[in-house]
T-cell receptor, first 114, second 115 residues
Framework: QKEVEQDPGPLSVPEGAIVSLNCTYSNSAFQYFMWYRQYSRKGPELLMYTYSSGNKEDGRFTAQVDKSSKYISLFIRDSQPSDSATYLCAMSRNYGGSQGNLIFGKGTKLSVKP | GAGVSQSPSNKVTEKGKDVELRCDPISGHTALYWYRQSLGQGLEFLIYFQGNSAPDKSGLPSDRFSAERTGGSVSTLTIQRTQQEDSAVYLC?????????????FGPGTRLTVL
């Protein structure tokens, strides 16, 4: 079993829909939970991060972490065609300073149709 | 400011040849990471440099892979005797290593194809 599992999709939704992306993990030592967005032929860019359990909101994006269930989610409200990309969850064990190496899910490819 | 840059952007090589991939991190970033992204395996950690500390090589898949970082800045990833399974996008990231959370900034990657 991989440490981080993520459904690769693809996921296709109409513009304006609410998108839910999820990852599960097996290692209870993970402390930081991140969502990266990757456009085609580009490197990943950090969207949001959460420390430990809880919710975090940034504009149309909400990240949730449930450490008891080892489950994390990213919600995108009012999705736009420009949100079409691959979304990767990532996790790290370290607290403070450099996070060290990140453990990534395989990514979910999202397509938002106009 | 300038982001992480990588060269070449694409590299096609023949099986058995050696290749060198270059990464220029963001100026002032002390931490540098190499990852590999392939269709089957997703994004996997390879090696991590932090300041003057010994690198964390725990993700290197075989002894054909090595990396160095000169002067705490530019890094080179070398793959010797390339195999077809080495075909992937090789991504470099850097971070400042300050504060509670340290964002890793990724370069655009080098797409390696081994024929």
């Amino acid at each position: 079993q991989k440490e981080v599992e993520q459904d690769p999709g693809p996921l296709s939704v109409p513009e304006g829909a609410i998108v839910s992306l999820n990852c599960t993990y097996s290692n209870s030592a993970f402390q930081y939970f991140m969502w990266y967005r990757q456009y085609s032929r580009k490197g990943p860019e950090l969207l949001m991060y959460t420390y430990s359990s809880g919710n975090k909101e940034d504009g149309r994006f909400t990240a949730q972490v449930d450490k008891s269930s080892k489950y994390i989610s990213l919600f995108i409200r009012d999705s736009q065609p420009s949100d079409s990309a691959t979304y990767l969850c990532a996790m790290s064990r370290n607290y403070g300073g450099s996070q060290g190496n990140l453990i990534f899910g395989k990514g979910t490819k999202l397509s938002v149709k106009p | 400011g300038a982001g992480v840059s990588q060269s070449p952007s694409n590299k096609v090589t023949e099986k058995g040849k050696d290749v060198e991939l270059r990464c220029d991190p963001i100026s002032g970033h002390t931490a540098l990471y190499w990852y590999r992204q392939s269709l089957g395996q997703g994004l996997e950690f390879l090696i991590y440099f932090q300041g003057n500390s010994a690198p964390d090589k725990s993700g290197l898949p075989s002894d054909r892979f090595s990396a160095e970082r000169t002067g705490g800045s530019v890094s080179t990833l070398t793959i010797q005797r390339t195999q077809q399974e080495d075909s992937a996008v090789y991504l470099c990231a850097s971070s400042r290593d300050r504060g509670r959370f340290d964002t890793q900034y990724f370069g655009p990657g080098t797409r390696l194809t081994v024929l």
